[in-house]
């Protein structure tokens, strides 16, 4: 029988530190949402004197933070054509540096200081081809890239590709060395004790229904009464609610689908994965599959559906997927199978900034292990007003479109277009 929850959640002790506590009457910074952005900007907040709050409408690490893949180390949507045009030169070389380098440096060195053990496993991130002319334009981008950062990647032909997976799917690929494998709800849950220890008080089980401004900075109301805050940071990502109205019609909930398969045994894990790789895709189904942190069972996520879909029909999609990748493995069972969702930006970039007085770190669109933590943490600096919260992601935009209001209602449509955009992408592979 399938379990219908997130297979971190079973390896993984809650923290705590989440009872119920009276609200204090008033704080310096108040943070909505206690995933990674937000406790990394609790911890960094604290830990500069600040009296700290976080809400979380439900438990602590409810959201994206404890379900995702598990998969750490920098990325982008954008290309560096793409970010040179949109933010000039020296700001896209500073969006790279951050998502590449800076951002997973910070989280080692957290995890390093607050003695966080997530199961991190510096194993490697393979990306697999899905057209035979992406080597050429990848190998392209990558020595652009490598004369700007020292980033440890090198390519695979389609004969080497067995080094990283035993799959004939792809054309080739290139391997990120610095990416590493987590447990992903060991990491938040280590950093919401990293904030307690620092001072900060987490709430569970109080959402927050509204905002108003007032003389001395906020009063921010929630299910449990009302407590006045000098700042608030909106940490919702693709939990953003529609009250919430300026960073809900900038950051879109895009939903994510993930397995885990019953265990598999080392050995048959061995064959799949020689040397224990995480793997993405460069196809727009964008599945991304891995080993379990044991070692003997496959997480695999994809684009099963761009809407919260049936789950009888996103498992049906991942297990189409699964087997289309390791036909080899024939029938097997899935233990798990859980979703959570992503907050898009309609730039695919995410942004650290103010809306009217309230901050917001967001819009991470499908990455966020080391960006939520990274940018988090710049926004709480930038929030006590010292100078280290400069970040490049500042200078990206965060805009809306006059269509989104309430509703993604156009996320059903994209899904319809996608498939199309999958139909065609396979019948015209060479
Ligand atoms: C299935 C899946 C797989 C992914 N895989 C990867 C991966 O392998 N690697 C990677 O880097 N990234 C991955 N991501 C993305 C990454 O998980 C997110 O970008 C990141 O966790 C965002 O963190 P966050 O703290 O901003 O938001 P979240 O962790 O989503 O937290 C937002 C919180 O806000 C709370 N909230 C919302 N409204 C209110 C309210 N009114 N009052 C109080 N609280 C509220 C929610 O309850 C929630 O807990 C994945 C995401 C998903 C869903």
Known sequence: MTKLKPYWWELTKRPAASEQQALPKEVDILIVGAGLTGLSAARTAAKAGQSVLVVDEHSPGFGASSRNGGMLGGGHKLSIAEMTARYGEHIALEL??????????FVRTVMAEEAIDCDY???????????????????????????????????????????????????????????????????????????????????????????????????????????????????????????????HRRVFPVPSFIITTENLGRERIKQLFPSDMMVVESRARHCYYRPSPDKTRIVFGARAALFDAPEKFAMGQLRKLLRQVFPQLGQIDISHSWRGFTGFSFEFMPHVGQIDGVWH??????????????????AALQMIGDPAGETAFSHSALKTRWWYHNRAWFLPFADLAFRGRDFWSDWSRS
């Open 121 to 247: 496993d510096q194993v490697g991130r393979f990306r697999g081809f899905w057209h035979t002319h992406e080597y050429e334009t990848t190998a392209r981008e990558l020595e652009q890239l490598q004369k700007l950062l020292p980033i440890e990647a090198s390519l695979l032909s389609q004969a080497q590709q067995h080094q990283a997976v035993a799959s004939d799917l792809y054309r080739g690929g290139v391997v990120y060395h610095q990416h590493a494998a987590i447990n992903p709800a060991k990491w938040v849950f280590g950093l919401h004790r990293a904030a307690v220890d620092h001072g900060t008080l987490i709430q569970g089980n109080t959402a927050v229904l509204g905002l108003q401004k007032s003389s001395h900075g906020y009063l921010v109301n929630t299910v449990r009464g009302m407590v006045k805050a000098g700042k608030v940071l909106l940490a919702t990502n693709g939990y953003t609610p529609p009250q919430m109205a300026a960073l």
């Open 96 to 105: 790279l540096r951050e998502a590449h380098l800076d951002s997973g440096k």
């Open 361 to 378: 770190a967001a819009g991470y669109s499908g990455n966020g292990n080391t960006l939520a933590p990274w940018l988090g943490h710049k």
